[in-house]
């Protein structure tokens, strides 16, 4: 366990555009001591597709996922099928992470309605879970209609949901293992915000208390300032979607960049551990660099501090 005392994953990140890619990273967090690694999907590999390929470099690591992949775009006889055969390959160690996204992919990209997300979502997972389990799913929703079952042999795969509205934490809470937070959630609002709500949600359906799974960017730098000023920048596009936008008005910061931690690994760990002090249960970190030198850095200085 590294020196933290709870699960540390890696996080791939969404701009992987090949299995080589996916691979050297896997193989860079195994060789770590990580506990886990997880893929995005935006316009990259598709994560359950690229972590079943490369299910021989992830012996070491107790779990591997997918951050989050759309459930737009997709049909949850479909998709529990990719995962149970993703399950299979990875020998029960694959959990799926998924989250509505937002509107202006589903509508703008995909060409479908995002009127009712949250319907959408719930009705989604009452089909795919049972399905996940190797179960018949039977839903007759306003906005997910799932009939049938799977013949694949796997373990269940369980699911984390990408939930930020009290809606969806609930949702989380009451029917899934929990959430994968992304870069607009701090300290302040996982406190404040996300782990009353679904910890409460788990509670009152007598579920286990349910995964927090907070999300750290880092670098390593003797140049904080102009590391911040490169991820304000990249992040002026996720600022202006309302789910995110609501998380950093909750955070009370105006841009996701501002969330990044920068500095001496001492100050990296220590924004860690605020991130724990808060509710995480455990962590997703990635290294947010602005060039390569500072990348190969904060990769040798991770992989100190969790030797340590």
């Keep these: 366990m590294n020196p933290l005392g709870v699960p540390i994953g890696f996080a791939g990140g969404t701009n992987l555009n090949s299995?080589?890619?996916?691979?050297?990273?896997?193989?860079?967090?195994?060789?770590?001591?990580?506990?886990?690694?997880?893929?995005?999907?935006?316009?990259?590999?598709?994560?359950?597709?690229?972590?079943?390929?490369?299910?021989?470099?992830?012996?070491?690591?107790?779990e591997v996922g997918t951050s989050v992949v759309p459930i737009y775009g997709r049909?949850?006889?479909?998709?529990?099928?990719?995962?149970?055969?993703?399950?299979?390959?990875?020998?029960?160690?694959?959990?799926?992470?998924?989250?509505?996204?937002?509107?202006?992919?589903?509508?703008?990209?995909?060409?479908?309605?995002?009127?009712?997300?949250?319907?959408?979502t719930q009705e989604f997972i009452q089909a795919l879970d049972p399905l996940l389990r190797g179960e018949p799913a039977?839903?007759?929703?306003?906005?997910?209609?799932?009939?049938?079952?799977?013949?694949?042999?796997?373990?269940?795969?369980?699911i984390l949901l990408a939930a930020m509205g009290p809606k969806m934490l609930r949702l989380a809470g009451a029917h899934t293992a929990g959430t994968s937070l992304g870069a607009a959630v701090g300290p302040k609002t996982i406190a404040n915000h996300i782990s009353p709500i679904i910890n409460q949600a788990a509670t009152d359906a007598g579920r286990p208390a349910p995964r927090v799974k907070g999300f750290a960017v880092f670098a390593?730098?003797?140049?904080?300032?102009?590391?911040?000023?490169?991820?304000?920048?990249?992040?002026?596009?996720?600022a202006s979607l309302p789910a995110y936008r609501a998380m950093l008005d909750r955070e009370g910061v105006d841009n996701g960049g501002e969330l990044c931690l920068f500095g001496s690994i001492g100050?990296?760990?220590?924004?860690?551990?605020?991130?724990?002090?808060?509710?995480?249960?455990?962590?997703?970190?990635?290294?947010?660099?602005?060039?390569?030198?500072?990348?190969?850095?904060?990769?040798?200085?991770?992989?100190?501090?969790?030797?340590?």
Excluded: M
């Design 19 to 62: 299995i080589a890619e996916v691979r050297a990273e896997a193989q860079f967090a195994a060789e770590v001591g990580f506990d886990s690694f997880w893929v995005s999907q935006i316009f990259g590999v598709d994560p359950i597709v690229a972590l079943a390929a490369i299910a021989a470099e992830c012996g070491s690591l107790s």
């Design 75 to 120: 049909h949850p006889l479909t998709l529990a099928a990719q995962a149970r055969t993703a399950q299979d390959v990875l020998g029960g160690r694959f959990t799926l992470g998924i989250g509505p996204s937002h509107a202006v992919v589903v509508e703008g990209f995909f060409g479908q309605s995002y009127d009712q997300p949250f319907t959408y």
């Design 138 to 158: 039977s839903v007759d929703g306003d906005e997910v209609t799932a009939h049938g079952a799977l013949n694949i042999e796997a373990e269940p795969v369980p």
């Design 220 to 238: 390593v730098t003797d140049k904080p300032e102009a590391a911040r000023a490169a991820a304000i920048k990249g992040g002026a596009g996720y």
């Design 267 to 308: 100050e990296v760990v220590e924004g860690f551990q605020r991130y724990i002090d808060a509710g995480a249960t455990e962590l997703r970190i990635g290294i947010g660099a602005p060039d390569e030198e500072t990348e190969q850095r904060s990769r040798e200085a991770i992989a100190e501090w969790i030797a340590s």
